[in-house]
């Protein structure tokens, strides 16, 4: 391929949430089945019997992000690591239910035994910010990177937060998987596999751009100069030969749909009406928001930096909005806000509601299957060297 063509991945099909079918992407599908009316005022109840018919058949996992009518189900809680491993943890469950997106399930499917099914309740749950990196566009980019003599010298390091197929890309590749917790980590590993992190070789940091230009910048002290944005709608990713060989940092130019709206403008107007109050973000905002906050960290940091601090304690918080609501339910001494005006729930995380939950339980106990999830074994086996080496880098914690 010569590097002054247009990537030859086809564009992507705009795709109404729930509407159609794309099963190459994290992106809506169609999520036939008979579900129960979201009316119906006994989907409390129904739920708590279809779990209790199913024992411990049945092992159910939410992501912090999911709403509360259907974290109140599940068994573990958590960020999309800490709940793949949980999955991993439990052998004897055959079915796992996992409450979050479509990236998350896979992983779980990964991570657990060829007996054990893992369901996600509805198949339009995906995830914007993993879509922004689809496997065709990678392999491309890769290919131009290779025609640019660059990519030898270049290792991926792909987001937890991306398909299955992008972290088998990555385990072929010599890369590693990262969590926003062991992203530096993930990082120094990687410049010491290319030569060092003064040396001559590159990170392509897949799919967000800001989690890669947060670490690299704030924790590993390159410049802002260090990095470029790989755009995989344009020819050679809209750089120039020179700008990729100045490069230490090639960043997809992914976002996450949420975390990427949270604004300068907000973290100011938080200061002016709230006196002493403490911004604290996750690294998937702007490196602009996040320069400005008080406190950056995972959505496991911020939990626990909120559980720590004392009555009193004014904060505004740039993360997923069903989690801000349940702090400020659960801390109510004190005074917590959702950073952003403009920002809403992910409305991907919000597709998993009590009606889907129940239809997928109540589908177990008559024994249908509905929404398996599972990986082919060829993209499993590859994306397990990829998350292998992320569990092998020094510290990794089960926090995401
Ligand atoms: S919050 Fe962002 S990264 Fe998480 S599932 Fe939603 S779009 Fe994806």
């Not at 290919?143 to 992008?166: C, D, F, H, K, W």
Request: net charge negative; proline share 6%; aromatic share 6%.
């Amino acid at each position: 391929m010569t590097t002054d063509t247009a990537p030859a991945s086809a564009p992507l099909p705009l795709l109404v949430l729930g509407q159609g079918t794309d099963l190459r992407t994290e992106r809506g599908v169609e999520c036939p089945g008979d579900l129960p009316a979201p009316s119906d005022p006994d989907l409390v109840e129904r739920a708590r019997a279809a779990k209790a018919a199913l024992g411990d058949r049945v092992f159910v996992l939410g992501h912090h992000y999911q709403r509360s009518e259907v974290i109140q189900f599940a068994d573990v809680t958590g960020d999309s690591f800490k709940l793949a491993r949980e999955a991993a943890a439990r052998p004897d469950a055959p079915y796992i239910v996992f409450c979050g997106v479509h990236f998350m399930a896979e992983s779980a499917d990964i991570l657990t035994s060829d007996e054990q099914t893992v369901i996600l309740p509805d198949l339009a749950a995906g995830c914007s910010m993993a879509d922004m990196a689809a496997i065709a566009q990678v392999e491309d980019a890769w290919e131009q990177l290779e025609a640019a003599g660059i990519a030898q010298r270049t290792i991926p390091v792909t987001y937890m937060n991306s398909s299955a197929a992008i972290k088998a890309f990555t385990g072929r590749h010599g890369g590693t998987v990262c969590t926003s917790s062991n992203a530096r980590t993930a990082l120094e590993w990687a410049f010491d596999e290319v030569g060092g992190v003064v040396g001559e070789g590159k990170v392509l940091f897949l799919p967000d751009q800001h989690l890669g230009r947060n670490t690299a910048v704030r924790e590993l002290g390159l410049s802002l100069d260090d990095c470029v944005v790989w755009d995989p709608h344009r020819p050679n990713g809209g750089l120039t030969p020179e700008q990729l060989a100045g490069a230490r940092m090639i960043l997809w130019r992914g976002h996450c749909s949420v975390h990427g709206r949270f604004t300068v403008d907000a973290v100011e107007t938080a200061r002016r009406e709230i006196p002493g109050v403490k911004v604290i973000v996750h690294p998937e905002c702007q490196y602009e928001v996040v320069q400005l906050a008080d406190e950056v960290g995972s959505t496991e940091k911020i939990i626990q930096t909120i559980a720590a601090a004392p009555d009193g304690t004014a904060w505004v918080v740039g993360t997923e909005l069903n989690l801000v609501k349940r702090l400020a339910e659960q801390f109510p001494g004190q005074r917590i806000a959702f950073l952003e005006k403009n920002v809403c729930y992910c409305s991907t995380m919000n597709r998993i509601d009590l009606p889907h939950l129940v239809w997928a339980l109540e589908s177990l106990v008559d024994r249908r299957v509905v929404n398996p999830i599972t990986v082919d074994p060829q993209v499993a086996a590859d994306a397990r060297i990829a998350l292998d080496r992320m569990l092998a880098l020094p510290g990794t914690t089960h926090k995401d």
